[in-house]
């Protein structure tokens, strides 16, 4: 399978680029194949579609023989709708890349909902920021396995609960506080310090002073994310019939990397050689950044076990 192109113009976003490379790896590892005679993409809480626009750009470039198709959605209830982010991200691609319905492929939906496909549509499922916003973690796997194909795979970059900034406000540990009133003084003594997202939020949000940006910014956390560690996210895959595993984390680093160095991106990850490397990377990465999480349909076939044992009982008993 031909991997991802490395060709760049313009600034591109280092979480896109880093997908892209995923998607990248996934195509040439063989892990991921078209199911349905096209190879159908899902961007969950897909926002302002800007990522959408970027994979339709790079994919289709890179794989002309290949019906690519990119369909995404979003929840009304974390401001999708009111930001008319809905209406913009359809009417952008629209203008970006003619002669597609987007109004189809992009839908907004409530969080109570079910996904509007069909069981078994996607071949890959891609969420970016979104995994740390999800309240109902089962319900949303639920679906993920519903509408991935029997061999599809979804990719999650979003930050876990070990990682020390918190995204949102820029504040170290302030997501790892669960006493509301210590979090906003923390968030009040760093904002005063200089750290964090005061200065920014006080210009876009209009919070006035140090205090009333710690207590909106504590009511956000609190409201509208959901941290979780590897092992809560993954023990929950588990009751769904979905395996996870952190094996691309490394490579947002690799992308962060060649950014600054104004390297060409890579068109593929490849598996570190050496022992353990993948699995420190992981362990570290996630205090620091957001990781990659693979989340992928598993089953095992228990009666084909147990009748092979039986059979060996057999055989060894006949001996
Ligand atoms: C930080 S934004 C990221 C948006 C977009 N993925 C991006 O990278 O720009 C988080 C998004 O997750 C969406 N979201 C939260 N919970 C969700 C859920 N249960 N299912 C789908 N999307 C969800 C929100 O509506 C919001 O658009």
Not at 124 to 137: P, R, T, Y
Not at 219 to 238: E, G, L, M, V
Request: hydrophobic letters at 40%.
């Amino acid at each position: 399978m031909q991997v991802v192109p490395t060709d760049r113009k313009g600034p591109v976003s280092v979480t896109h680029q880093h997908l892209l490379t995923a998607i990248g790896t996934l195509l040439a590892d063989g892990r991921v194949r078209p199911s349905q005679g096209r190879l159908r993409i899902l961007d969950i809480g897909c926002g302002d579609g800007q990522l959408i626009d970027f994979l339709h750009d790079r994919l289709t470039r890179t794989f002309p023989d290949l019906a690519i198709e990119l369909h995404g959605f979003d929840i009304g209830e974390q401001g999708y709708n009111d930001g008319g982010q809905f209406h913009t991200a359809t009417q952008m691609l629209a203008a970006r890349h003619p002669g597609i319905a987007w109004a189809d492929r992009i839908s907004m939906i409530s969080d109570a909902e079910a996904w509007r496909y069909p069981s078994g549509y996607f071949d890959i499922a891609l969420s970016n920021q979104v995994l740390e916003h999800v309240a109902d973690l089962a319900a949303f796997l639920a679906e993920l396995h519903r509408c991935l194909a029997p061999a599809g795979m979804s990719l999650h970059l979003f930050p876990l609960a070990q990682s020390i900034v918190e995204a949102h406000c820029q504040t170290p540990f302030a997501h790892w506080i669960r006493d509301f009133d210590r979090r906003v003084n923390w968030i009040a003594l760093l904002s005063r310090m200089g750290v964090g997202a005061y200065r920014r939020h006080r210009k876009v949000l209009g919070h006035d002073t140090p205090r009333q940006h710690a207590v909106e910014t504590a009511k956000y956390i609190q409201c509208w994310t959901h941290y979780r560690t590897f092992n809560a996210i993954a023990d929950q895959c588990s009751r769904t019939s979905l395996a996870a595993s952190s094996g691309l984390t490394n490579g947002l680093f690799i992308a962060k990397l060649r950014g600054m160095l104004k390297l060409r991106p890579l068109g593929r990850y490849r598996r570190s050689r050496l022992p353990g490397v993948d699995w420190l990377g992981f362990m570290i990465g996630r205090y620091l950044s957001s990781s990659t999480l693979v989340i992928a349909p598993v089953s095992y076939d228990i009666g084909r076990r147990i009748a092979a044992e039986k059979a060996a009982n057999t055989l060894r008993r006949a001996a």
